[in-house]
């Protein structure tokens, strides 16, 4: 539990590094990501973006430097501890061959009833919550397979949310999606996070597309974090030009007047 | 690294071919030891050596090469036709068939054998292949079902041959021999014939090298780029046959080539199509020579009794495990199209009774109906009194060891994510063999607790090499069934040697592996029910992990499930029981693979749903495997697997082939 006036970060990060095949993919990577607060990861492709994520969610271990969530150290952290505390969707769902969706959300409870507990009232309860919260109640019984690419996408959000943890790990949830998909679902996420007081972490392609749902953008390039702010402060043709070595410029949006980048 | 990588292959089948050579000129030099002293005229000792010199060793060494090239040729062919990377002539049953064939020649038309060999051959492999095609057809030759279709028929045909064998006793025991495929050579008759087929069946591939390059692209563009798609095929198809089938007339059964060639010619960087063409032959010639050359040296003076085509394996299979993981880019997307989903059966509790009243119905059959001098008799009464305690420890060993053998597939599918995971096909049914061979060779009279340990200590080390292999990255799902294969073909490799040495524990190991209950009395049917009951009774404490593992590591563990412990004890399970169910009822049962698809096709799609359902089909599959065993060929005993293939095989067949195919 969180000390009355001194909140633990979501994650702190120190000196992390990682290499493969010799070859560095992310080197001396210090940062401190807050709790209840939604951050964009976007950078060109083998920035480290995804190996990041993975890290943060604990599917790799740092080659070097450490990692903290919440205060402790991730390596002493149990499986289901850690998976009560940080949720994630990786890039590529897997196929749930004779699934149904309320079964699929289910799994999200694993962590709270373990391999013997009772599936219980509270439970049922979270699952239904989730189910009701992704507008997924009319296909509850149909099997996921059967769904389309944004429906599917929003099981696995659905399922990250019975997990009911203080952190969402998104990598690339939009890249399958089509541009009403990526907004519902992009919008699904914000709500969420907001209305639970939970943070997120999301790996996305699209700069306006993060610069319209994230309180911050962490841009990444050849495995470093060369800036880190507000939409408004990235958002400027100067630092898109850094992050992508491409020449962009930003209008105002005609209704809302937020930042839109576009290339030149 | 990674450019000197294909120069180190380059040089490893060099040294190898090296070695081939060496091994061949000291069998060349021991018969032109003594040259004769100047003048003198040679004695009949050297007449002798000349002689076996040109008739005997040389043709051998030239049959092993074409025998080699020519399967290595099958097999690519028919990979690339069927853009299925196990397809070749054993998996898809051409050897079995035409052994088949062969072997029934021999009995019943021997003057027609010994006219028409190859053509007999042939007619075996071609009709083996359009069964296989025929079935699969609907579903667009799918590789998945490709493969269980061709590993169906094969193992019947497989079966059908030892029964056969068995049924007529030692008088075809030499058979059995010929069927692992003895090089040994009387002429370069053979040489010629094989060398000829190869001749044709290459200038067939390079004129059909476009379309060929085409075809491996999918249907509809290989339409589009105005393929004629079925001719082609079924010519490319046709060629392949001949020459497994030629193979298999003139040398006998030699499996594993035709498999390993092309993968090792991929892995070894052959990219192109023309490349593989090369390639595989090649490396098919290489590993037959070799493998030839070692039988011969080992073989020493006892005179040979190990068939070749049984010991390529045991070259071929360590090189293609050591080769598989090192190599990138090897995924076939083809293997990735599941089976299509099935439909979800609204009332799973309801579906489960009626599969458990027909188990039940199956035992009742099976105990009070029988066939005897008489003909059909229904045991009532005192009768059925007396006939139970043959027939009860028989229906109990059955029934106990098919429910074993399905969870144990059902548990190996779902941990591997893997339809076509099975302790018959990743080799862990053949690892508990030799476990068993260990403990009959090392132990004089081993009891039943020593034999249940020793086959129990094979089937989870087999498996946990499997799992080692499959928790490397990138190691997908056709790498693993490689991998499986590889080592069930090393293992049967070493079951075969052992049985070739005619000793009485070969024929305890032939018996075995046929899978019989005939003896079983009613102290093995305490021991296997019991075993079952306990094994089967954990299950449900693992369904959670069941009902997450298919899902993929990634998600297993986001979700904080510990994936090594999950797998490793559940591994560790899936053995005891594979090692409990085989020691009776034999490694190829094939109930282990069907049962679990039956009752995901049938509709019952929840962890613990399917596996009560697989249980209840594996062992009433196994129940009225084993009365058909026992009454179809009275007074003979058939063995166990074959009626176990036969029965539930077309059923899979048919509803793979009736679910659509998965949109998008």
């Not at chain 1, 998909?181 to 972490?201: D, F, K, T």
């Not at chain 1, 953008?217 to 402060?233: C, H, K, S, V």
Request: aromatic letters at 6%; glycine letters at 12%; charged letters at 15%.
């Amino acid at each position: 539990m969180p000390g009355p006036d001194h909140t633990p970060a979501l994650y702190e990060l120190d000196a992390v590094g990682f290499s493969a095949a010799g070859r560095p993919i992310l080197s001396d990577l210090s940062l401190r990501l807050e709790q209840g607060r939604i951050y964009g990861l976007v950078g060109p492709n083998g920035s480290g973006k995804s190996t990041l994520i993975r890290m943060l969610a604990r599917q790799q271990p740092p080659g070097a430097g450490r990692i903290r969530c919440l205060g402790t150290e991730i390596a002493r952290i149990g499986e289901r501890d850690f998976a009560r505390t940080v949720a994630y969707m990786p890039q590529f769902t897997p196929p749930a061959e004779g699934m149904t969706v309320r079964e699929l959300v289910a799994l999200g409870r694993f962590p709270w009833h373990g391999a013997l507990g009772r599936f219980g009232a509270e439970d049922a309860a979270k699952v239904a919550e989730a189910i009701a919260e992704t507008n997924l109640d009319a296909f509850a019984d149909r099997l996921v397979d059967s769904l389309s690419g944004g429906e599917r996408q929003r099981v696995w959000l659905a399922m990250m949310l019975a997990q009911d943890t203080r952190c969402l790990l998104l990598d690339e949830p939009t890249s399958a999606l089509d541009i009403a998909s990526q907004v519902e679902m992009l919008g699904l996420v914000r709500r969420l996070s907001r209305a639970r007081g939970i943070g997120a972490v999301i790996v996305l392609h699209d700069i306006n597309m993060a610069a319209r749902v994230c309180d911050e953008i962490l841009a990444m390039r050849g495995g470093a974090l060369i800036a880190q702010g507000t939409p408004d402060a990235i958002m400027t043709g100067e630092t898109l030009g850094a992050i992508y070595r491409l020449a962009m410029g930003i209008v105002p949006h005609p209704v809302t007047g937020d930042p839109i980048g576009y290339v030149l | 690294m990674a450019e000197r990588a294909p120069m180190n292959r380059i040089l490893l089948w060099g040294g190898l071919a090296i070695l081939a050579a060496c091994l061949s000129t000291v069998q060349v030099a021991g018969h032109l030891a003594s040259p004769a002293p100047a003048g003198a005229s040679p004695t009949g000792a050297d007449w002798l050596d000349a002689i076996i010199l040109y008739h005997s060793v040389l043709p051998r060494i030239a049959v092993s090469l074409v025998a080699g090239a020519a399967l290595g040729l099958s097999g690519l062919l028919l990979q690339r036709v069927l853009r299925n990377p196990l397809a070749e002539p054993s998996t898809l049953g051409v050897s079995a068939g035409a052994q088949l064939a062969m072997t029934v020649g021999l009995l019943y038309a021997p003057a027609l054998m010994d006219r028409a060999r190859e053509g007999v051959a042939l007619a075996g492999g071609l009709a083996v292949v359009g069964l296989i095609l025929a079935m699969t057809w609907r579903r667009g030759l799918e590789p998945v079902a490709v493969i269980l279709a061709g590993m169906m028929v094969a193992l019947t045909a497989t079966m059908a041959s030892a029964a056969l064998i068995l049924a007529n006793g030692d008088y075809l025991f030499s058979i059995f021999i010929w069927g692992g495929g003895a090089l040994a050579q009387q002429s370069w008759g053979p040489t010629l014939t094989i060398a000829l087929r190869l001749l044709v069946g290459l200038a067939a591939a390079v004129l059909l090298m476009r379309p060929l390059a085409i075809l491996g692209l999918d249907d509809a563009s290989a339409r589009s780029l105005g393929v004629a798609l079925n001719a082609t095929r079924f010519a490319v198809i046709g060629v392949a046959v001949w020459l497994a089938a030629s193979v298999t007339a003139e040398v006998g059964v030699i499996g594993f080539v035709g498999l390993a060639a092309p993968a090792l010619a991929h892995l070894s960087g052959a990219r192109t199509q023309s490349q593989k063409l090369v390639a595989a032959p090649l490396i098919g010639a290489v590993l037959l020579w070799v493998t030839d050359g070692l039988v011969q040296l080992l073989a020493g003076a006892n005179g040979e009794r190990v068939p070749t085509g049984a010991a390529t394996a045991l070259l071929g299979g360590p090189l293609l495990l050591w080769l598989l993981p090192r190599l990138r880019m090897f995924e076939w997307p083809s293997l990735n199209n599941r089976p299509a989903p099935s439909r979800r059966s609204p009332h799973p509790r309801l579906l489960i009774g009626v599969i458990a009243l027909l188990g039940l119905a199956a035992a009742a059959l099976a105990l009070t109906v029988g066939y005897g001098p008489d003909g059909w008799s229904l045991a009532t009464g005192s009768l059925l009194d007396r006939l139970l305690a043959w027939r009860g420890p028989r229906v109990a060993v059955a029934a106990a060891a098919g429910a074993m053998l399905a969870a144990a597939g059902m548990l190996l599918q779902r941990i591997t994510a893997n339809p076509l995971a099975s302790p018959e096909i990743l080799g862990v049914g053949t690892g508990s063999g030799v476990g068993l061979t260990a403990a009959l060779f090392l132990v004089a009279a081993p009891g039943i607790g020593l034999q249940i340990a020793a086959s129990a200590a094979g089937a989870v080390l087999m498996l946990a090499a499997m799992l080692a292999l499959s928790l490397r990255a990138g190691f997908g799902p056709e790498r693993l069934l490689l991998a499986g294969i590889a080592m069930s073909a090393l293992c049967s490799a070493v079951l075969t040697a052992v049985i070739a040495t005619g000793t009485p524990q070969a024929f305890t190991l032939l018996r075995w592996l046929s899978g019989s209950t005939n003896d079983a009395g009613p102290a093995d049917a305490w021991f296997c029910a019991g075993a079952a009951v306990l094994l089967l009774a954990a299950l449900p404490l693992a369904s959670r992990w069941l009902e997450i593992l298919p899902l993929g590591d990634v998600t297993a563990r986001s979700v904080g499930l510990p994936v090594q412990r999950c797998r490793i004890l559940l591994v560790l399970f899936a053995g005891l029981l594979t090692a409990a169910a085989a020691l009776f009822v034999g490694p190829l049962s094939f109930v282990g693979l069907i049962a679990p698809h039956l009752a995901r096709l049938a509709g019952l799609g929840r962890a613990t749903e399917q596996g009560i359902g697989a249980v209840l089909i594996g062992a009433g599959l196994m129940v009225v495997s084993d009365w058909l065993a026992r009454t179809v060929a009275f007074p003979y005993q058939l063995p166990l697997g074959l009626f176990a293939a036969l029965l539930a095989g077309p059923y899979l067949i048919w509803l793979l082939s009736r679910a659509s195919p998965r949109a998008g």
